[in-house]
């Protein structure tokens, strides 16, 4: 496994479900918290990360929006992203593409443009000094109402030349994709890429509801879909991707253990999936650890990671030039690494 595990740190890779609040490891967390005064229940970072205890996806969302109370001035979102920034290039990450959640800053009287100036500040940054590019997505909260999803999308307007996409995220129990029918036709005319998350908590039926009702042109998890044997059929047909977190579905409870995971069986029905962290402070691992447990669990190989890189740039919304380069550059890495091993026996 070590080899594999080696082959693929070294790969060229895109992440495309990443939640930047998602990645508020407890130490900065805490330093965070100490430079704003925000008062926290944890003494100290070992403390904050053994508080990061949940049982589903409800009871994490409730620990996340708590840790999100520190991030409040444009440095807080510039420490936050540019922290998962530079983790990520040194896990060979070339693009990602990362969503962020202005709702649950606005809601605490945080302005929109202090949080996304923050997190612009560290995209200029990263793709002129990491070697890495980024797009961002604007994530709506189900959980809240169409018109309260009206009205940050008046910003994301007013930002469009930073935001690249809408994505709909938050707990999907009772919160169906048809709530947000308007918003996400507007986003469509507006020109905008259209994402939503469906099929974590929800069955195959949410992931159906949200391409009809949505139109999206990716879908966020997804793993659910394997109940539907019609719609495997269509996603595979469609090339539709589904951008799915294997250790946060473990540690979510989606599923009870990685070996149980149907990541492998969703590559072999010919399905464009990817491999991402989404929340990595919370989940324990970014991208490499995903692809790395998932590859010892489901007794991946070689052609398998090749693969699922490879679909991680084409389910990507960069250009057909860009896509190729990339294309390129990984089957580069995969001869190289294949004549190393060679020579070193």
């Known amino acids: ?67 999100t ?71 709506i909260l189900r959980h809240l109402s169409e018109k309260e999803g009206f009205e940050i999308f008046q910003k994301a307007l007013e930002w469009k030349h930073w935001i690249a996409g809408i994505g709909l995220d938050s707990s999907e129990r009772g919160n169906p994709p048809e709530k947000f029918i308007n918003l996400f036709e507007l986003a469509h005319r507006e020109g905008f890429l259209t994402v939503a998350h469906a099929g ?11 391409l009809d009702t949505l139109h999206v042109t990716r879908i966020d998890h997804g793993v659910h879909c394997m109940e539907d044997e019609a719609l495997v059929a269509e996603l595979a047909e469609r090339q539709i991707p589904l951008t799915v977190c294997p250790l946060s579905n473990v540690r979510l409870k989606v599923f009870e253990s990685m070996k149980l995971h149907n990541l492998k069986a969703m590559l072999q029905r010919g399905l464009c999936v990817t491999v991402n ?44 030039i860009h896509k190729q380069l990339y294309l390129k550059e990984i089957d580069r890495y995969a001869a190289q690494y294949e004549s190393s091993s060679l020579h070193s026996q």
């Open 1 to 67: 496994m070590d080899s594999l595990a080696d082959f693929i740190a070294g790969m060229p890779k895109a992440e495309l479900h990443i939640h930047i609040e998602g990645t508020l490891e407890p130490e900065l967390m805490i330093a965070i918290g100490r430079r704003n005064r925000v008062s926290l229940p944890y003494p100290d970072a070992a403390a904050a990360r053994n508080a990061y205890n949940f049982s589903d996806l409800q009871s994490f969302l409730d620990i996340y929006y708590r840790a």
């Open 277 to 320: 962290s989404d929340d990595p402070a919370y989940f324990g691992g970014y991208v490499n650890e995903n692809y790395i447990e998932a590859a010892k669990a489901l007794q991946l190989d070689q052609n398998d990671i090749i693969q699922l890189a490879k679909n991680s740039f084409t389910a990507s919304s960069l250009s057909q």
């Open 69 to 139: 109370a520190v991030l409040i001035t444009e440095e807080d979102f510039y420490d936050l992203t540019i922290a998962y920034l530079k983790k990520a290039a040194l896990q060979n990450v070339r693009h990602a593409e990362i969503f962020f959640d202005p709702q649950s800053h606005t809601a605490r009287g945080i302005a929109f443009e202090t949080v996304i100036r923050g997190i612009e500040r560290a995209l200029v940054e990263a793709n002129s000094s990491l070697n890495i590019s980024t797009k961002l997505i604007m994530c």
């Open 200 to 210: 974590e908590e929800g069955s195959a039926a949410s992931v159906r509801q949200t």
